[in-house]
């Protein structure tokens, strides 16, 4: 199998109605097990590495990266294997985009809601609908997003509208932070029908009434092209209409997949940022005129920082663990008990993950000196990758989450948020 990268990019747009990719002309590879993913990650990631500080630095679209990505069969890791997928356990699907994060955690966030939709297709659609779009999944096909919208009161309410017409739905609204939609073959969109449930229409990239803007300006994860979505009476097939409101229905692990995937990327960045801090001190920091040393890797004060931050990484990756095999268990059994164990295991993932990515991209400048924020080094996009992407949900909801089922018993709330 050939993943490797070509020299193609989709260079940043700046215009209204960008076209989308072309489908992938050969059948994606189908992964045989969670080995195998791993092993494919870690090479994509030594690829993706190589690069990623000046795609970051142009914002450049990683359109060549994500074709190799979607077609080494990563992208349909979590179709059931009655479907024709891999189905390998969650955690070693966080695992897998911790690898992708570390190497460039754009390329890791356009994957986030692609593989969330996929297992919001298995809790709720029927087996025809399954049958259909997981096989699209296992050609290669990347499903975007156009889920959260600016001017709303809260993040779970839309304006967006779903009209019934027949054999298909018409789509009106207005999208933002749309991370891979730009990119994608397919885009989801969340849009609420007359009784007020919410439903994902997949519409093709390219439908009339479509229009992805390449206006994201972000100081940070720049290669995700965020931006903004125009949905003018799109028509969607009801045969790609699918009923997400069923998924918050009842206890189900929906919404852990989703938190468990941000997790991960932010673990990502925080291996990455505690590593090039590494590299730096050992080969170009230089030790302060007090210390009476000849190295800075030498400073017992550096050592001590270095230590610390370790220490905190290797946790929030065991936590990260955890939350994967309790996530497993509420996708396996998802009853009340195993859904909230998931989400709380989630969920404090993601208050360490957050932690740590913040505070390794932050102390690299500290222990590496002024030399590590030259322009030519772009280190701080570690810090800017960190602090943009963690801003996805507030931190101190899950701790708020977490103690009030300590103290009260009370379940976290069901969406895709917790």
């Known amino acids: 199998m050939n993943i490797a990268v070509d020299a ?39 690829d993706f590495r190589t690069g990623a500080s000046e795609r970051d630095r142009a914002a450049v679209r990683p359109l060549a990266e994500l074709d190799a990505f979607s077609q080494s069969g990563l992208w349909s890791i979590n179709v059931p294997r009655a479907y024709g997928g891999p189905e390998v356990s969650y955690r070693t699907l966080a695992q897998v985009i911790a690898i992708i994060a570390a190497a460039d955690p754009a390329i890791a966030q356009i994957a986030q809601n692609h593989l969330g939709i996929i297992a919001a297709i298995r809790t709720v659609s029927d087996d025809a609908q399954k049958r259909l779009l997981f096989g699209e999944v296992l050609r290669g096909t990347r499903f975007g997003n156009a889920f959260s919208e600016r001017g709303t009161k809260r993040a779970a309410e839309f304006d967006t509208r779903v009209i019934d017409n027949g054999d298909h739905v018409v789509v009106r609204g207005q999208k933002f932070y749309a991370t891979g939609a730009l990119l994608a073959h397919l885009v989801p969109i969340v849009a609420l029908d007359d009784e007020g449930r919410a439903w994902y229409a997949i519409a093709e990239r390219d439908a009339p009434g479509l229009t992805i803007i390449d206006d994201w300006s972000s100081f940070g994860q720049r290669g995700t092209a965020s931006g903004t979505v125009l949905i003018e009476d799109v028509r969607v097939p009801k045969t790609h209409l699918v009923p997400a409101w069923k998924g918050y229905e009842a206890p189900t692990a929906d919404g852990a997949v989703f938190q468990i995937i941000q997790a991960a990327i932010d673990a990502g960045i925080g291996r990455e940022a505690l590593d090039d801090t590494i590299r730096f001190v050992r080969e170009k920091a230089r030790p302060w005129i007090d210390s009476g040393l000849e190295r800075a890797s030498d ?22 663990d955890r939350a994967g095999l309790l996530l497993d268990e509420a996708v396996a059994k998802p009853d009340a008990q195993r859904v909230a164990a998931a989400q709380l295991a ?27 924020t030259l322009a030519a080094e772009n280190l701080d996009r570690h810090w800017r990758n960190a602090r943009t992407h963690t801003l996805h949900d507030p931190v101190r909801w899950k701790y708020a989450i977490i103690g009030n089922h300590a103290l009260n018993g009370v379940a976290p709330p069901l969406h895709a948020w917790s």
Do not use: C, M
Not at 18 to 46: K, M, N, W
Not at 351 to 358: F, G, I, K, P
Not at 362 to 372: A, I, M, P, Y
């Open 8 to 46: 193609r990019t989709l260079e940043p747009q700046g215009a209204r109605g960008a076209s989308g990719p072309e489908r992938p002309p050969t059948q994606a590879h189908v992964i045989g097990g969670d080995s195998e993913a791993l092993d494919i990650a870690r090479r994509l990631a030594a």
């Open 299 to 320: 400073d017992p004060y550096t050592i001590q920082a270095i230590g610390d931050l370790t220490i905190r990484q290797h946790a929030a990756e065991a936590l990260l």
């Open 346 to 372: 989630v969920a404090e993932a993601k208050v360490l993950t957050t932690e740590v990515a913040l505070a390794a991209s932050n102390k690299l400048f500290e222990l590496s000196g002024t030399r590590s």
